[in-house]
């Protein structure tokens, strides 16, 4: 599980969702970058229902990409917030292409150090 300093709050997850920002859409993920004023790095899943009606799916897809981003942390530049939204072609995969996708994502973004 991500630190609890690199979680948004429900309060900031909402700011950061209405503000303007850089959007993402690799395969069956989409970003969404802002920069914060903070010297973190920042993130934030949603995983609505349109993913899977059932709650244990949804969860095992926020664990994994949970996962994939705090193993991934150390290598990313700081001072941003980061939303990921999946989309339902999600459930589909495995960990492993889930992780592959997170750092492509990084690296055409130029967020890698």
Known sequence: MLPKNNRLSKKDFEIAFKKKGKFVRLEFLTFKITEN?????????SCGTKISKKAVVRNKI???LNESLRL?????NKGYDILVVPNSEIVKKTYQEINQLILTF?????LLN
């Open 37 to 45: 004023s903070q010297d973190i790095i920042r993130f934030g899943i």
């Open 72 to 76: 991934n942390l150390g290598k990313i």
């Open 106 to 110: 990084f690296k055409q973004s130029d």
């Open 62 to 64: 926020k664990r994994r």
